[in-house]
């Protein structure tokens, strides 16, 4: 059996094949669903774990028996979410992530990308929610978009504490603003749980140094590491 997945996002859709140890064989990146399927196909892949932000349901493939993410899904942890059919199933897989990566503890998880979320799962495999924040190009764009006079600053432009023009302090303000954001976030949760566990992934999880490195993961692949483990529940 050759299982996959398929994470389709705001902005790309992410696939990736697993190996029999649970492990990423190889992945992709799309911007059509079709192009993600005929090589799904060109694999050879038989099973396979399907989640998309808009939390359609992917048809049917032929030859490959797929799984699509919702609320209503087996999960590995206790879903205490307020409006369970509104949470985005990204924020579903890295939960199921975190539970099955470290059984038994507590785990924060940062996923930065489009929007920056920001998850807790408790101790005792209970999740009661989380929150969203705006991610960098969001930021960015935000700032033009909603003002007379800022230009539309690039992440690049960011400078190590201050920026020395408009456009530069634009992007380290997103940046430095985010990264404190996220060490609040860390300092707030590791008072009341000392042993947590953080993990920064997303796409754009590598512009930001964290402290405390013992005690953070980067890991880029956390929720296709995700979907992996729901597709194992889901199986039938």
Same mark, same amino acid.
């Given at each position: 059996?050759?299982?996959?997945?398929?994470?389709?996002?705001?902005?790309?859709?992410?696939?990736?094949?697993?190996?029999?140890?649970?492990?990423?064989?190889?992945?992709?990146? !799309? !911007?059509?669903?079709?192009?993600?399927?005929?090589?799904?196909?060109? +694999?050879?892949?038989?099973?396979?774990?399907?989640?998309?932000?808009?939390?359609?349901?992917?048809?049917?493939?032929?030859?490959?028996?797929?799984?699509?993410?919702?609320?209503?899904?087996?999960?590995?942890?206790?879903?205490?979410?307020?409006?369970?059919?509104?949470?985005?199933?990204?924020?579903?897989?890295?939960?199921?992530?975190?539970?099955?990566?470290?059984?038994?503890?507590?785990?924060?998880?940062?996923?930065?990308?489009?929007?920056?979320?920001?998850?807790?799962? +408790?101790?005792?495999?209970?999740?009661?929610?989380?929150?969203?924040?705006?991610?960098?190009?969001?930021?960015?764009?935000?700032?033009?978009?909603?003002?007379?006079?800022?230009?539309?600053?690039?992440?690049?432009?960011?400078?190590?504490?201050?920026?020395?023009?408009?456009?530069?302090? @634009?992007?380290?303000?997103?940046?430095?603003?985010?990264?404190?954001? @996220?060490?609040?976030?860390?300092?707030?949760?590791?008072?009341?749980?000392?042993?947590? @566990?953080?993990?920064?992934?997303?796409?754009?999880?590598?512009?930001?140094?964290?402290?405390?490195?013992?005690? @953070? !993961?980067?890991?880029?692949? !956390?929720?296709?590491?995700?979907?992996? +483990?729901?597709?194992?529940?889901?199986?039938?």
């Amino acid at each position: 059996m050759t299982r996959a997945v398929l994470d389709i996002g705001n902005t790309r859709i992410k696939a990736a094949i697993f190996n029999e140890q649970g492990d990423i064989k190889e992945q992709s990146y !799309f !911007f059509a669903l079709n192009d993600a399927v005929e090589w799904l196909k060109n +694999h050879q892949v038989t099973s396979l774990m399907s989640a998309s932000v808009a939390q359609a349901i992917l048809p049917a493939i032929n030859g490959i028996k797929t799984y699509s993410l919702t609320y209503q899904s087996t999960l590995p942890f206790k879903n205490q979410y307020g409006s369970p059919d509104t949470l985005g199933v990204d924020r579903i897989a890295a939960m199921a992530a975190a539970a099955v990566e470290f059984p038994g503890k507590s785990v924060l998880v940062f996923d930065i990308g489009t929007c920056m979320t920001i998850d807790l799962l +408790h101790q005792d495999g209970t999740y009661n929610g989380g929150n969203i924040s705006p991610g960098i190009d969001m930021r960015l764009k935000a700032m033009h978009t909603m003002t007379k006079r800022l230009p539309l600053a690039e992440r690049q432009e960011a400078m190590p504490d201050l920026g020395n023009s408009t456009r530069s302090a @634009i992007a380290t303000g997103v940046i430095k603003g985010m990264q404190h954001e @996220i060490e609040g976030y860390i300092n707030q949760f590791k008072t009341q749980y000392p042993e947590l @566990i953080t993990v920064l992934c997303g796409g754009d999880y590598s512009h930001f140094e964290m402290p405390y490195k013992k005690e @953070i !993961f980067a890991a880029p692949g !956390f929720v296709l590491k995700g979907l992996y +483990h729901l597709l194992k529940l889901n199986e039938n």
